[in-house]
């Protein structure tokens, strides 16, 4: 009887196979995405607070949730409503520094940007509905 070898699966299969130093292969856990999303989400707005805290402060102007979530202040028709876009724009800078820190993966830097846009955008919609303004569409276009 001849006998053949048991098949292996490709990338040689067992973790021994692999050889030494090679990263162990990636298991999707959902709970880490979704922890990942959580912080990522928390700590964009803790830093665009931070960002607008200072702007605001600095000019001695008061600062709402308004400033988050709508366009109201953010129009590019005044030059405070250029910073305030700044803010934006720097919150974006911080959005990316939470992600190459939080996700760690570059292949997964775009899911997760798209990510905290859409959750910033359903945020957006539920404070004051459906941004409508070009002016918010044009701060998040360049911020994303």
Not at 26 to 35: C, E
């Amino acid at each position: 009887a001849h006998s053949r070898a048991p098949a292996t699966p490709p990338g040689g299969g067992g973790a021994g196979a692999r050889g030494p130093g090679a990263p162990a292969m990636a298991v999707f856990d959902p709970y880490l995405i979704l922890y990942q999303i959580l912080a990522l989400q928390c700590f964009y707005y803790l830093g665009m607070g931070m960002i607008m805290g200072v702007f605001h402060s600095t000019f001695n102007m008061s600062i709402s949730i308004d400033h988050f979530f709508t366009i109201t202040f953010a129009h590019l028709r005044s030059s405070i409503g250029w910073a305030e876009a700044g803010c934006v724009l720097a919150s974006s800078i911080v959005g990316a520094v939470l992600i190459l820190w939080i996700v760690e993966k570059a292949k997964k830097v775009a899911d997760f940007a798209f990510t905290l846009f859409f959750i910033h955008l359903i945020a957006c919609w539920s404070y004051q509905g459906f941004p409508t303004a070009w002016q918010w569409w044009g701060v998040q276009g360049v911020a994303g």
